[in-house]
Structure formats: C-alpha cells, structure tokens
Nanobody, 119 residues
C-alpha cells in the first residue's frame, strides 16, 4: 500500500502562483511514477503532469510553460515527495487536484486538494 498526503491548495488571483506537495509513504520502493491530475466540476479527471522514477516528465498542453513538476526521492526518511509549482494561474485551472502514484499496474490516489483561481 502507498499512502499519499497532499498539501498546498487554496484561493489565488489570476496570474498568481501556488505550490502543491504530495508525500508518499508505505510501500514506496517500487513506485515507478508520481504525478498530478485534476478534475473540474462536470468534467473528467485529466492528467496535469507526471514524473517517472528516472526523472522523465510529461505535461498537459494546457499547463506547459506554466507548471513545473519535481520529485524528491529520499532514502533516509522512507518518503517520496512530488511537488507541482503552478505559475501564471488562470481561472480555467480551477479544479480539485489529485496526487497519483503508480506501482506496477496499481494506481494510488490522494484525497484531493482544491485550487481556485479567481479572475
């Protein structure tokens, strides 16, 4: 099992910045990728950004150049952390953001954190 705890959501004006963090604990030794998804009201959950254990990143076209995903792989405290730096936020970025980790064919999800961007 992998446990994911998210932090960092909130309310920000358009053009502002937020940083989301997600700490993974538990059976993290074979996590192959971590990332962020989001779901706006009435819409399907969509990929925002993902980073593999080898450091390869992939972004949704809508956030390229504005969002940056990074990952801390700690061998000391048995936790992996993935961060999402969100700059130049737009009202259309408003959604619940979910942390995701993949361990083989299994996906694990955080509880979600609300990001609201006002115009």
């Amino acid at each position: 099992q992998v446990q994911l705890v998210e932090s960092g959501g909130g309310l920000v004006q358009a053009g502002g910045s937020l940083r989301l963090s997600c700490a993974a604990s538990g059976s993290i030794f074979s996590i192959t990728a971590m990332g962020w998804y989001r779901q706006a009201p009435g819409k399907q959950r969509e990929l925002v950004a993902i980073i593999t254990s080898g450091g390869i990143t992939n972004y949704a076209d809508s956030v390229k150049g504005r969002f940056t995903i990074s990952r801390d792989n700690s061998r000391d405290n048995a936790k992996n952390t993935v961060n999402l730096q969100m700059n130049s936020l737009k009202p259309e970025d408003t959604a619940v953001y979910y942390c995701n980790s993949r361990r083989g064919p299994i996906n694990y999800w955080g509880q979600g954190t609300q990001v609201t961007v006002s115009s």
